[in-house]
């Protein structure tokens, strides 16, 4: 098997682990007794487990390897899925979500390390192609959700079969996963300059986190948005999200080529400026189809924004024995979490001083930002190869 195909996959299982547990909260929430108060509360660890895990992943991976942390985070991921179904309390519940997202953050950093060095191993980019397969896992993921509950089937008996199912895919790839134990032939004392003190990491970092805040509104917000003030029924209101979706799916498919074609830079600001025109066209239009358009804009514009900033991070930390890029691209990756935790009550807050409609063009402003902070990046890069190299 080729190591692209494996990472492919591994993008896919990330993506189905997500898409199988997020639509049975209805079923877990009436499990657990939680009102819908407690069981935002609930959800929350799995958010805090992520953030966490990013944040530290780095240096494990540079430790172990990036195949080791894939290997571990996925069967722990798997443990953790039949400990959510068959939760009999609040409590357990969010501890529960919590080993999931921490085992997923570190499988986030340590899939995407993997696919940067399919990257150096190619010599093209190849990262908005993996990221669409977290998208169509999270699709697969989701549909067998929606086949399990409509046969009431309890969410521990369906979440055990996903998880049984991931460990046997992950058994058939994982060989193929490149990042074994890393071996540093540079000699140790040359200093290394940390993540927080580059102004390139904190650029790439800002275009992740504008486009997580941009993502995680219209995964939470666009169907009430389509509701309230467009006027369409509920059914047809999650058709937006849907749209979304497929949209960013597809477009990451067409990720790759753009950004070896035009470059990382110019595929991120036009990305950007048409994500920024949909949201704004979903918040302003009058006839509910321009929502729906414009959502599925902004899905095809953010496709390449979170996968490309997360190639630059781990590229900006390669060494010159071609190893590299950990701890780079854990501090993006960390920072941009950030984004989906606080984005949507960071949105929700807005629309309660102002309203719904106002608080997507601030989505929309969010999202045009990432064209300065792309083109700065893009400066602050070229400062850093014309200055003294070091390793980092």
Not at 51 to 58: M, N, P, Q
Not at 153 to 166: D, E
Not at 266 to 273: F, K
């Amino acid at each position: 098997m080729r190591d692209r195909t494996a990472v492919f996959v591994v993008f896919a299982l990330n993506g189905a682990a997500l898409g199988s547990w997020a639509p049975r909260t209805p079923a877990l929430s009436e499990r657990v007794n939680a009102s819908p108060g407690v069981f935002g509360l609930a959800l929350l660890g799995a958010s805090v487990g992520m953030l966490i895990a990013a944040s530290v992943s780095g240096r494990l991976i540079e430790r172990h390897g990036a195949r080791a942390v894939v290997a571990g985070s996925t069967i722990i991921a798997c443990a953790a899925l039949p400990m959510i179904g068959f939760s009999t309390s609040v409590a357990l519940l969010a501890g529960a979500l919590f080993v999931l997202g921490a085992s997923v953050g570190a499988l986030d950093v340590a899939m995407n390390v993997a696919g940067v060095e399919v990257e150096r191993r190619s010599g093209r980019a190849f990262m908005p192609i993996l990221h669409a397969g977290f998208s169509f896992g999270a699709l697969a993921g989701s549909v067998a959700a929606g086949f399990a509950a409509s046969h009431q089937w309890s969410p521990g008996r369906h979440l055990t079969v996903a998880a049984l199912s991931a460990l046997v895919v992950l058994a058939f790839v994982i060989t193929a996963v490149p990042g074994a134990r890393p071996v540093h032939t540079e000699p140790v004392e040359k200093p290394r300059v940390p993540p927080i003190k580059r102004p390139v990491l904190w650029l790439l970092a800002a275009i992740a986190l504008f486009s997580a805040i941009a993502e995680g509104a219209s995964s939470d917000w666009s169907a009430l948005l389509m509701t309230s003030v467009h006027g369409v029924g509920d059914g047809a209101a999650a058709f937006a999200y849907s749209g979304f979706a497929l949209a960013m799916a597809l477009a990451r498919l067409a990720g790759a080529w753009l950004q070896n074609r035009f470059g990382a830079t110019r595929a991120l600001a036009v990305g950007a400026g048409i994500a920024a025109a949909g949201l704004v066209l979903a918040a302003v239009a009058s006839l509910p189809v321009f929502g729906f358009i414009g959502f599925a804009l902004a899905g095809a514009g953010l496709a390449a924004a979170f996968p490309i900033a997360l190639s630059l991070a781990g590229a900006s930390g390669k060494r010159a024995d071609g190893t590299g890029g950990e701890r780079e691209l854990a501090f993006v990756t960390a920072i941009a979490y950030t984004g989906f935790l606080a984005g949507p009550p960071l949105i929700g807050g807005i629309a309660q001083v102002t309203s719904l409609s106002v608080s997507f063009l601030f989505v929309g402003l969010t999202a045009a930002l990432i064209v300065p902070s792309a083109v700065a990046a893009a400066r602050a890069r070229k400062r850093e190869e014309a200055a003294e190299p070091v390793a980092r």
